[in-house]
């Protein structure tokens, strides 16, 4: 029974910065890699950063250095920092599972202006 709730997106200026929540239900994080992905219209799903049971994180090249993946075991949240966005981090944001291919939330949308 995982559900994943995404939120805190909205629509920022480039240079600007968000942090993206994910409320999961059924999922213990120290048994869990954990990632955010993204998807814009036309265009395959993206992992952009994960974070394994014992903590350590990974990141896409485009995204090195201006994101940050962490976690809160106790609340079972995940969370994205988003800084120094450009428009090409525009995109529908999602979480789950990393490698889990079903049950996706309805992601949080995230639209960066010039």
């Known amino acids: 029974q995982v559900q994943l709730v995404e939120s805190g997106g909205g629509l920022v200026q480039a240079g600007g910065s968000l942090r993206l929540s994910c409320a999961a239900s059924?999922?213990?994080?120290?048994?869990?890699?954990m990632g955010w992905y993204r998807q814009v219209p036309g265009k395959q799903r993206e992992l952009v950063a994960t974070?394994?049971?014992?903590?350590?994180?990974n990141y896409a090249d485009s995204v090195k250095g201006r994101f940050k993946i962490s976690r809160d075991s106790a609340q079972k949240t995940l969370y994205l920092q988003m800084n120094s966005l450009k428009t090409e981090d525009t995109a529908v944001y999602y979480c789950n599972i990393f490698s889990r291919n079903s049950d996706w939330g309805q992601g949080t949308q995230v639209t960066v202006s010039s």
């Open positions: 974070i394994t049971g014992g903590g350590t994180t």
């Open positions: 059924g999922i213990i994080f120290v048994f869990n890699t």
